[in-house]
């Protein structure tokens, strides 16, 4: 059975991770994985698999994690409340451990009413911090939810999601305090734009002592262009893009845009490193799997490390 999670071991190590993501297709295309799984080789830690991400429906994420495997990277399973109650996403854990998936990141989800699905049924039997619970005690205690034992437990590097720019700001900090007492080995924040919300949010983090207990991965995603920057700002809900970034992409010439949203992404990049209580970056290139590894050159983050 294979070994334990890579991404663990590196953070442990005391190195700063890099993660990226790769968004599962619209249909059972695996040649569509394995070619967004290339320029991701060698470049990231760790790979995320999306869940029915928008609340559209792709290719199942345990399905696609298998096959990013296959292809050499380290998956992170994406795992979502929205879709499944507890006996589902207990033998979805299972069956994912048992191919070989040792991350698993867990998550409320978009709700479906922003999908192409808007009469489906929201499950939510439970709640992201008492997903992450759930599976603690499967890894740590041997346990089901119902109380009976595994025969052999799913031993999962626990991962959760913190959105430090939703409102009230001085929330946030509270519940990431409760993702790190239900067992959330690391985080992966929201994209990140407002870096002084940032700086404030890693500050009482920093403060409150959940630093110490848990990793936290900054997330960053690198603006194509003026357009993409405004659909961000105005309709995506939880990100804040300040107008500093707007601006600055406004002022450069349109085919010169893209460059200029990998400049502050690495500029960004540059500052987590140096940050105290920030153990590494999660960069979300959506659908721009390919630019990967020029992020990753420019922002000097390469190699990466090789763990035994």
């Given at each position: 059975?294979?070994?334990?999670?890579?991404?663990e071991k590196i953070l442990r190590a005391g190195h700063f991770a890099f993660t990226g993501e790769l968004g599962p297709p619209r249909g059972c295309n695996v040649e569509h994985v394995r070619e967004k799984?290339?320029?991701?080789?060698?470049?990231?830690?760790?790979?995320?698999?999306?869940?029915?991400?928008?609340?559209?429906?792709?290719?199942?994420?345990?399905?696609?994690?298998?096959?990013?495997?296959?292809?050499?990277?380290?998956?992170?399973?994406?795992?979502?409340?929205?879709?499944?109650?507890?006996?589902?996403?207990?033998?979805?854990?299972?069956?994912?451990?048992?191919?070989?998936?040792?991350?698993?990141?867990?998550?409320?989800?978009?709700?479906?009413?922003?999908?192409?699905?808007?009469?489906?049924?929201?499950?939510?039997?439970?709640?992201?911090?008492?997903?992450?619970?759930?599976?603690?005690?499967?890894?740590?205690?041997?346990?089901?939810?119902?109380?009976?034992?595994?025969?052999?437990?799913?031993?999962?590097?626990?991962?959760?999601?913190?959105?430090?720019?939703?409102?009230?700001?001085?929330?946030?900090?509270?519940?990431?305090?409760?993702?790190?007492?239900?067992?959330?080995?690391?985080?992966?924040?929201?994209?990140?734009?407002?870096?002084?919300l940032m700086r404030e949010w890693i500050k009482q983090a920093n403060d409150m002592g959940l630093t110490e207990k848990t990793y936290i991965l900054a997330g960053v995603t690198p603006m194509k262009s003026?357009?993409?920057?405004?659909?961000?700002?105005?309709?995506?809900?939880?990100?804040?893009?300040?107008?500093?970034?707007?601006?600055?992409?406004?002022?450069?010439?349109?085919?010169?845009?893209?460059?200029?949203?990998?400049?502050?992404?690495?500029?960004?990049?540059?500052?987590?490193?140096?940050?105290?209580?920030?153990?590494?970056?999660?960069?979300?290139?959506?659908?721009?799997?390919?630019?990967?590894?020029?992020?990753?050159?420019?922002?000097?983050?390469?190699?990466?490390?090789?763990?035994?």
């Open positions: 059975m294979k070994a334990g999670s890579n991404l799984a290339v320029p991701l080789k060698g470049m990231v830690d760790m790979v995320n698999i999306t869940d029915n991400q928008t609340a559209m429906v792709r290719m199942s994420s345990w399905a696609a994690a298998i096959i990013a495997l296959e292809e050499g990277l380290e998956p992170n399973y994406q795992m979502v409340c929205r879709d499944r109650n507890r006996l589902a996403m207990q033998a979805d854990i299972l069956g994912a451990y048992c191919h070989g998936l040792r991350n698993i990141l867990c998550l409320s989800g978009d709700h479906q009413q922003f999908g192409d699905h808007p009469n489906a049924k929201g499950v939510y039997d439970i709640d992201s911090i008492q997903l992450i619970n759930m599976v603690k005690n499967m890894r740590d205690e041997g346990k089901f939810a119902g109380g009976a034992e595994i025969d052999v437990p799913p031993k999962f590097f626990i991962g959760a999601a913190a959105n430090p720019f939703g409102e009230p700001y001085e929330w946030r900090v509270h519940r990431l305090a409760k993702k790190v007492a239900a067992g959330a080995d690391f985080i992966q924040t929201q994209c990140i734009y407002n870096m002084d003026l357009g993409m920057a405004k659909y961000m700002k105005n309709r995506v809900p939880g990100i804040d893009v300040p107008d500093e970034v707007i601006n600055r992409l406004a002022g450069v010439d349109k085919k010169k845009q893209a460059d200029e949203g990998i400049k502050i992404a690495c500029e960004q990049i540059e500052e987590f490193k140096e940050t105290k209580g920030i153990a590494g970056v999660h960069l979300m290139a959506i659908e721009w799997e390919h630019k990967v590894p020029e992020i990753a050159e420019r922002a000097k983050v390469l190699p990466r490390p090789v763990m035994d």
